[in-house]
């Protein structure tokens, strides 16, 4: 009954504020022909009419559910009542977020699911910002979901586009609770200083001319909402002078709602993510000079309102700037500066200049960088989490030198919306950097530790110890009840296989071929491919593939004679068709695949064509793959060079259509 009251007190509470905030920002926004022309005393060419400003909102909200879609639901609201031109995007791939949006009229408010996210749907920054890019608006704005904006949002854009260099503006928001959610005229002044440092990742950030960068070099894969992002962008924003950057918070009402403004959010609440912000972290620490400079929130000029002018404040020089004639910033001079308003301006910074000292918080005060960076997973967890719902995964194996080839392959697996795949890492870089792209990873513990970065291709030892890891890795999952694809890193996958592989039934183990020759049986000794195979979670199945670890453990090749030397007997002794073998011990059967469906390297020259992908489509191809090649960078020029490529290394962002 306790649980009931709350929720309604929480009902009629957030009604009653969509209602307040709704009333309040439909009295705040400004009138172009009344406040610009009277209040801020501009000729009438002067004033960018926000008519013709248009202004995209930017965020990834968390899933609309209870209180926390109640705070979401709110702040959204409060945007699309700052102007008739505002729109907003959602970053997200939750059925919830989709729901909202479509509540709307259309074009107000939509959702893109076409960035990078984490395996548990985590958006990635780096992905939002070069998506803004995509669309057209005049000024781009990223917010956190649960930020309220009010007054002075659409009057301090409209005064600042016309700035005559590009520029960059920050607005730190309130905390509000229920206590102080009613007293929105004095949430601007309340409690500021306090709260300015550590709402940093909460930072209102708006910008003009998306054709300008933001900073200079690359924006690390920074996880949204997890820290550092917004310090680390301001900072480099800052040290790549491409942009002005200033504070705006003191003429933008804007408050974040606490978590206890509107009940307990427990069940949705994913802060306890204590990788995402150690990741986060890391990558701060290794991008760009934030680790290795000073600054301060406080050295940032900041715009103030003073006699219903516009100014800036230099903190740092002690110099306050008029916002002149045509937005531009101009020097402090008699004419443009009166002396009347010289005086009233001393007495507005005044209280800025005694803030300053409380301001004076450093960006590397806040720089916390944990000892390690792992995610809090076993192995058996990790496959609760991405199994689909028959229990089947897809596995690769990989080492730090190919990399950039997984990246490839777990970006196209996820353009096809195949989110049940899992990677082994051969080694501690690999395992990191696959937690710091938001891939579900785990770490084999007794894998080889010397592998070679170029020489570990086909035909080497180090080949040969790499290739054992993943048939003792299959296995082990097998026997945690799951189905399993084993997909080397080098296939290309086209379209979903998994359906059509899954229908083979129990005890068939289903193989790519990897004879080249156009005609004849395609299961002919050694033919059969380790680095592309499907595997049932039965008893059968399981007896099978422990035959075929333990024969690898005693021989000096790969893994993949001791496949076909099990399964299809020496020399081919099982074989009972031109396209199967059955082992007589476990009675399982191995299906060796269509190369139409599943070409290799070699089969038809495919890799030689200059249409390979158009070529494959036709033929209606699952997958291809970039075998019977010799050497890491000939595998990869050749997968780059044929169109077969999803990933972009120098951003470390899978390619978007």
């Known amino acids: 009954m306790k649980a009931f009251h709350v929720e309604l007190w929480s009902i009629w509470l957030s009604g009653f504020v969509l209602i307040l905030l709704s009333l309040y920002a439909t009295q705040r926004l400004p009138s172009i022909n009344k406040d610009h022309t009277s209040i801020f005393k501009l000729n009438k060419n002067d004033v960018l009419d926000s008519r013709y400003l248009s202004i995209t909102i930017f965020t990834a909200p968390k899933p609309f559910m209870d209180s926390t879609g109640t705070r979401q639901t709110l702040a959204v609201r409060s945007w699309l009542a700052l102007s008739p031109h505002v729109t907003v995007v959602l970053f997200s791939q939750h059925p919830s977020v989709a729901s909202f949006a479509s509540s709307f009229d259309s074009g107000l408010v939509s959702v893109d699911n076409d960035i990078d996210f984490t395996f548990l749907g985590s958006p990635y920054f780096h992905s939002m910002i070069a998506k803004s890019r995509s669309f057209p608006s005049d000024i781009f704005v990223i917010v956190d979901p649960e930020t309220v904006i009010l007054s002075g949002f ?91 950057v200033f504070d705006a918070s003191w003429t933008i009402t804007s408050f974040n709602l606490n978590n206890t403004t509107f009940g307990n959010s427990a069940r949705l609440d994913v802060e306890n993510r204590d990788w995402e912000y150690i990741g986060n972290s890391h990558l701060g620490e290794h991008y760009g000079s934030f680790f290795y400079s000073e600054a301060y929130y406080s050295n940032l000029p900041k715009l103030l309102t003073c006699e219903n002018r516009y100014i800036m404040f230099d903190t740092k020089k002690n110099v306050v700037y008029p916002i002149g004639h045509q937005g531009r910033v101009k020097l402090l001079k008699e004419k443009l500066f009166p002396s009347r308003l010289k005086e009233n301006a001393m007495h507005c910074i005044d209280p800025q200049k005694s803030m300053r000292i409380m301001l004076d918080c450093s960006l590397k005060d806040q720089k916390k960088i944990s000892a390690s960076l792992e995610l809090p997973f076993s192995l058996e967890s990790l496959l609760s989490i991405t199994a689909d719902r028959n229990k089947t995964v897809v596995l690769t194996v990989a080492g730090y030198s190919y990399k950039d080839m997984l990246m490839s392959w777990v970006c196209r697996l996820r353009k096809l919306s195949i989110e049940n795949f899992i990677v082994s890492a051969l080694d501690q870089e690999t395992y990191q950097f696959s937690i710091l ?102 008893n059968q199945t399981i007896a099978a593939i422990d035959k075929v670890v333990k024969h690898a453990e005693t021989s000096g090749l790969s893994e993949q004679p001791s496949f076909y030397d099990i399964l299809c007997g020496k020399g081919g002794s099982n074989r009972v068709s031109d396209n199967k073998c059955v082992e007589p011990e476990t009675n399982v059967t191995v299906h060796f695949l269509d190369r139409n469906l599943f070409p290799n390297g070699a089969y038809q020259n495919l890799w030689q064509d200059k249409t390979v992908k158009a070529t494959c489509l036709k033929k209606g191809c699952y997958i291809i793959h970039n075998n019977w090649i010799s050497g890491r960078l000939k595998k990869l020029t050749r997968q780059v060079l044929s169109g077969l490529w999803e990933y972009d290394p120098s951003t470390r962002m899978c390619l978007q259509s």
């Open 154 to 244: 659409i009057s301090t854009l409209n005064h600042v586009y016309k700035i005559d260099r590009d520029w960059l503006l920050v607005a730190s928001p309130q905390n509000a609770s229920a206590q102080n959610i009613l007293q929105l005229q004095k949430i601007r002044k309340q409690n500021w200083q306090r709260n300015h440092c550590h709402n940093a990742e909460r930072m209102i950030m708006a910008w003009n001319n998306k054709d300008t960068p933001l900073h200079n070099g690359v924006l690390p894969p920074f996880i949204y909402g997890k820290g550092t992002h917004n310090r680390w962008i301001i900072h480099e924003a800052i040290s790549s002078e491409f942009r002005f």
């Open 437 to 538: 792209q938001g891939i579900p990873v785990f770490k084999d513990p007794i894998a080889p530790s010397d592998i070679s970065f170029d020489e570990c291709h086909f035909g080497t030892k180090c080949f040969q110890r790499v290739t054992k890891v993943k048939s003792r890795i299959v296995l082990k999952i097998l026997k945690l009840g799951y189905n399993v694809l084993l997909s080397d890193v080098d296939t290309y996958w086209f379209r979903n296989p998994i359906p059509f592989l899954n229908s083979f039934g129990h005890a068939v183990l289903v193989a790519q071929s990897d004879e080249y020759q156009e005609q004849g049986p395609i299961n002919l000794p050694r033919r059969l491919n380790s680095g592309f195979y499907y595997a049932h979670s039965d």
